[in-house]
């Protein structure tokens, strides 16, 4: 077989088949006999023939076609990078905004938050290694909740409840438990003259009934006598005297043990506090600044605390002072003004799933408790001057749910684990692939409409900016984003938090490149342009989303409804593709040639050398 020379077969050479799917071939060879790719390279010098002929009556060439293409794509290439750059700024900017302070987001609460920061100063004042335990007996009092601290005498437990009293100024109650102590020890003495008329009441006067702030030390020990009247103190704030039921002005109480509950009797009251904190002794490092502090004369008693009562401290003390009203009205400001978005819900669905199945044995987190985390965080979001829950603020959960205090590590690493690997990231990423996939069908179909794909391209776009301010802002972490969480806490949870978020961050701005990059592709394309710019734009998308997937199932839909027509093509490919062009879509072409279409979408399809 000779090299095919310029003749009378140039008439039936075609160079493209709808919009340039199908390259040259000649139809002068059997195709059944000679392959497509004998045939192209046998046929070429035709082909130059035939587009010298095209160029001299005005016709695009093939490398005036590739010229055009090229720059096409340089262009939409340029839009789609300016695009990203003034995205990226707005979101910069953004989040350089809410960054200014927390004042910025809220100045109402900005007096508070100053009063709260010098109250935290003034409790730690004389303590070593007592920041955590500050900030949380405090943000329990505004949450009105009890605080239990476990550890072993000495450790200032009392300490911290009596400071809380003169920082509440109200009245304070503290009694060490044992196994013999009587209901008159905690809830006042009977009275002798109401006994005289058969009724039986308590002088509750100057006992926990009538306390703003208590201390019960060796809280565990409570018999079964003081156990049922304790348990509805701590939780309904109610007390019954005699026929009467006392509403119990009650701030917080913080429980101290050494050891935690063994009996099943006390894990109601063990339930009751909800934030719980194993307190240890001075570190090594922090233990000369505590021996300093006490040969200066600044602690007294145990020597971890001191109890100074100058004119200066009590004139400091009662600028900062907060009553139990003042207390109340925080509370429900944060319930009613902070909301807890769908994020933060469904991590704390996702914890308690993971403490009861992942963890042995098995910890019981009781829907009260869950309850008041809720609206625990509410306070420290709203004191912090924030309008909603973040996922940062969930941290505080590690001193809540745990029941064993080796779980509160354990507790920690799944929430570090879910704040930094977010779900969101797989989610986003199956949304652009369906929308990429989407878009390359309907820019098969002549006349199809893309605004419906745009729009949905759009819209992950903007969702994707929404979440890369999320996470920028989350990088800052130790800024001040919560007043609760202690310095310590802060610098761990950022160390740990800092790389993975780097990481999540990348990814979605991959992805937010590649939202953009498709609906530039979109708003510049037509039905005949459109597939080809895709392919050129987002070659990855297009092999693993479209090309590997989405094709196969074109295929079979298109057989059904084309199977003669197709076995018809398939048993005379490629002159059936030419003789049909007119009446052909890519899809079509697609299956009746796969071979050549791939070629010609990985730019292999060029003349042989």
Same mark, same amino acid.
């Given at each position: 077989?000779?090299?095919?020379?310029?003749?009378?077969? @140039?008439?039936?050479?075609?160079?493209?088949?709808?919009?340039? $799917?199908?390259?040259?071939?000649?139809?002068?060879?059997?195709?059944?006999?000679?392959?497509?790719?004998?045939?192209?390279?046998?046929?070429?010098?035709?082909?130059?023939?035939?587009?010298?002929?095209?160029?001299?009556?005005?016709?695009?060439?093939?490398?005036?076609?590739?010229?055009?293409?090229?720059?096409?794509?340089?262009? $939409?290439?340029? #839009?789609?990078?300016?695009?990203? &750059?003034?995205? =990226?700024?707005?979101?910069?900017?953004?989040?350089?905004?809410?960054?200014?302070?927390?004042? =910025?987001?809220?100045?109402?609460?900005?007096?508070?938050?100053?009063?709260?920061?010098?109250?935290?100063?003034?409790?730690?004042?004389?303590?070593?290694?007592?920041?955590?335990e500050v900030r949380l007996l405090l943000l329990a009092a505004l949450s009105q909740e009890h605080v239990l601290y476990i550890g072993p005498p000495g450790t200032a437990k009392s300490e911290l409840g009596r400071r809380l009293s003169r920082l509440c100024a109200g009245s304070f109650f503290e009694r060490l438990l044992t196994r013999f102590s009587v209901p008159e020890e905690l809830f006042g003495p009977l009275s002798m003259r109401a006994l005289e008329d058969d009724r039986y009441?308590?002088?509750?006067?100057?006992?926990?009934?009538?306390?703003?702030? #208590?201390?019960?030390?060796?809280?565990?020990?409570?018999?079964?006598?003081?156990l049922n009247t304790l348990l509805t103190v701590l939780n309904e704030r109610l007390f019954d005297n005699g026929t009467d039921r006392e509403?119990?002005?009650?701030? @917080?109480?913080?429980? #101290?043990?050494n050891e935690l509950p063994e009996s099943e009797e006390l894990d109601a009251l063990y339930d009751r506090f909800l934030i719980r904190r194993q307190v240890s002794q001075v570190s090594d490092a922090g233990l000369l600044a505590m021996l300093a502090a006490a040969a200066d004369n600044s602690l007294a008693g145990t020597g971890l605390a001191s109890h100074r009562s100058s004119g200066s401290e009590a004139a400091a003390q009662e600028s900062i002072a907060l009553t139990f009203e003042e207390c109340q009205e925080i509370r429900q400001q944060a319930l009613r003004h902070v909301s807890v978005p769908v994020e933060v819900r469904q991590l704390l669905a996702d914890l308690r799933t993971h403490l009861r199945e992942k963890i042995e044995p098995p910890v019981y987190v009781s829907d009260r408790r869950l309850v008041k985390a809720v609206g625990l965080m509410q306070v420290a979001a709203y004191t912090s001057g924030k309008d909603s829950v973040s996922l940062l603020d969930c941290m505080l959960l590690q001193h809540i749910l745990w029941q064993q205090p080796d779980q509160q590590s354990r507790i920690t690493d799944f929430l570090l684990s879910q704040i930094s690997e977010d779900d969101g990231l797989q989610s986003a990423s199956y949304i652009l692939a369906s929308i990429f996939s989407r878009a390359c069908i309907v820019l098969t179909q002549k006349g199809e409409n893309l605004a419906s794909v745009l729009g949905e391209a759009t819209a992950l776009k903007e969702s994707l900016v929404d979440k890369l301010i999320s996470l920028k802002a989350s990088q800052g972490v130790g800024r001040g984003s919560n007043m609760?969480?202690?310095?310590?806490?802060?610098?761990?949870?950022?160390?740990?938090?800092?790389? &993975?978020?780097?990481?999540?961050? &990348?990814?979605?701005?991959?992805?937010?490149?590649?939202?953009?990059?498709l609906q530039v592709v979109l708003e510049a394309s037509d039905s005949s342009s459109g597939l080809k710019n895709i392919s050129e734009m987002l070659p990855d998308r297009w092999q693993n989303d479209f090309w590997r997937q989405q094709l196969p199932q074109n295929y079979h839909q298109m057989r059904e409804r084309n199977a003669s027509s197709l076995r018809h093509l398939h048993a005379n490919a490629p002159q059936a593709v030419l003789e049909n062009a007119d009446s052909l879509g890519p899809l079509d072409i697609v299956d009746v040639l796969p071979k050549r279409w791939a070629e010609y979408l990985r730019g292999q399809d060029k003349p042989p050398r």
């Open positions: 077989m000779s090299l095919c020379m310029p003749s009378q077969w @140039c008439s039936n050479l075609r160079e493209t088949v709808h919009g340039g $799917l199908v390259r040259p071939a000649c139809l002068q060879f059997n195709p059944r006999t000679v392959t497509v790719h004998q045939t192209r390279r046998r046929c070429w010098t035709q082909v130059l023939v035939v587009r010298a002929a095209e160029g001299a009556q005005g016709v695009l060439t093939q490398e005036q076609k590739d010229k055009e293409r090229s720059e096409q794509t340089a262009k $939409l290439k340029a #839009a789609a990078e300016k695009e990203m &750059k003034a995205v =990226s700024e707005a979101i910069n900017q953004q989040v350089s905004t809410a960054q200014g302070g927390p004042q =910025s987001a809220d100045s109402a609460t900005a007096p508070l938050r100053a009063r709260l920061n010098r109250a935290i100063e003034v409790m730690q004042e004389g303590l070593i290694e007592r920041d955590t009441v308590r002088q509750t006067e100057g006992y926990l009934p009538k306390a703003n702030v #208590a201390f019960v030390d060796e809280i565990f020990k409570a018999n079964s006598a003081i509403q119990v002005p009650l701030l @917080c109480l913080v429980g #101290a043990s609760w969480i202690s310095k310590q806490e802060t610098d761990s949870v950022a160390g740990s938090l800092r790389p &993975k978020l780097e990481k999540t961050r &990348k990814a979605h701005e991959a992805l937010l490149d590649e939202a953009i990059t």
